[in-house]
């Protein structure tokens, strides 16, 4: 799985990239925002098909009996399908977000718009079935809910050190990623602006910000513990 998922993300990034080198950083969106949005909801359905299919073999894994080194291999398995499962539906908010935002902004069918928005309904709803799914999963655990506003604590909390050390693992290489994430996407905004007619600089200028303040809230937090 995770190879796919790396396959594919350097499959649309190559893509978009190439194809902006070829045309000289002067792709017009708004031609191809038909295509785009298309695109968009198509992903974003297969996603949500393959968490609620996720969704169904958590819940009978987790009802399978099994002993011994047998229950380890299905705790292990619950725990990477799981991951799966977070893993697209959080894919399916940013997208389904994108598409409402391409909609907007390309001026489309108020039709799009509102399925753009259904999307991002279903999705929000498969995140409180995730919730649902980590309280099946740990009916011992006092699982705290997703609108509660000290979240991240009481889940750190309640998860022993193995998954804590695991879930701190996890932040870094995303907080690695992302200084070089946005680094890139500023330079590429950069270039586009250089390219057309169309200033990037808001975007610059957001993206810059938010750098900063992930580096600022990393460092202060480390700083002060």
Do not use: W
Request: hydrophobic share 50%; proline share 1%; charged share 15%.
């Amino acid at each position: 799985m995770k190879t796919v998922i790396q396959l594919i993300f350097s499959g649309v990034v190559g893509f978009v990239v190439v194809t902006l080198m070829l045309n000289n950083f002067t792709v017009d969106f708004f031609e191809y925002a038909d295509a785009i949005v298309f695109t968009l909801l198509f992903i974003i359905f297969i996603l949500l098909v393959i968490s609620f299919i996720l969704y169904l073999q958590v819940k009978k894994l987790h009802h399978t009996e099994a002993d011994g080194d047998e229950e380890d291999e299905v705790d292990l398995l619950i725990y990477k399908k799981f991951a799966d499962y977070s893993f697209f539906v959080q894919s399916s908010i940013v997208l389904s977000v994108l598409v409402l935002c391409t909609t907007v902004i390309t001026s489309q069918s108020i039709f799009f718009t509102i399925i753009a928005i259904v999307t991002m309904i279903l999705s929000y709803l498969f995140t409180i079935y995730m919730t649902n799914l980590i309280r099946l999963i740990y009916p011992e655990r006092k699982i705290p809910k997703v609108t509660d506003s000290k979240y991240d604590e009481k889940l750190l909390e309640i998860s022993d050190e193995g998954e804590k050390h695991v879930m701190f693992i996890g932040f870094y290489k995303s907080y690695h990623l992302m200084n070089v994430a946005l680094f890139i996407a500023i330079v590429l905004a950069t270039l586009y602006s250089i390219s057309t007619d169309h200033s990037q600089l808001f975007s610059i200028i957001a993206m810059s910000i938010v750098l900063i303040i992930v580096n600022g809230k990393y460092c202060f937090t480390i700083r002060n513990k």
